[in-house]
């Protein structure tokens, strides 16, 4: 499976700010079939994700993905 970085650990694909207080850039998987990953804050993570207005354009999966990719990658 080939994993697609949409930018690189060094500016937040959310907000492009550069890593805040020595703290690396998180992964977000936008898509897990195929994988697709970009690089974000902690904090623009939780925006994402945000249970009353999420970032969707960030989440092109569907819940039972990331359930099965994460199944799959136990197994490897």
Known sequence: MTKEYLNSSDRCIVC???PEDNLNL????????PERIAYVHFK???KIH????PLD????????DSK?????????
């Open 26 to 33: 998180i992964k977000h998987h936008i898509s897990y079939f």
């Open 57 to 64: 354009v960030w989440i092109q999966y569907k819940p039972e």
């Open 44 to 46: 623009c993570h939780n």
């Open 16 to 18: 492009f700010g550069e």
């Open 68 to 76: 099965l990719y994460y199944k799959e990658k136990k197994k490897e």
């Open 50 to 53: 945000d249970p009353d207005k």
